[in-house]
């Protein structure tokens, strides 16, 4: 996979302070639906949580599957 997960976790995490949908995010961003809504579940469950906070408790699988296949 060649997509930075970190920019795209900053991507999508602005993507929702811009009150956009969850299934637009995803096509935003090439990413599947389920990608985004992990992201998300983890940005509004852990107040304040970083970039890297948030790179550290996605599972493994979605890591690999970020691509949108």
């Known amino acids: 996979m060649n997509r930075d997960m970190g920019a795209l976790?900053?991507?999508v995490v602005k993507d929702m302070?811009?009150?956009?949908?969850?299934?637009k995010i995803a096509?935003?961003?090439d990413v599947s639906v389920e990608?985004?809504?992990q992201i998300l579940q983890i940005?509004?469950?852990h107040p304040g949580i970083t970039t890297d906070g948030i790179l550290?408790?996605?599972?493994?699988?979605?890591?690999r599957d970020s691509d949108g296949s």
């Open 9 to 11: 976790v900053r991507a």
């Open 17 to 23: 302070q811009w009150n956009r949908p969850v299934e």
């Open 27 to 29: 096509k935003r961003q």
């Open 35 to 37: 990608v985004v809504e």
């Open 43 to 45: 940005y509004t469950t």
């Open 56 to 63: 550290n408790r996605l599972p493994d699988w979605l890591m």
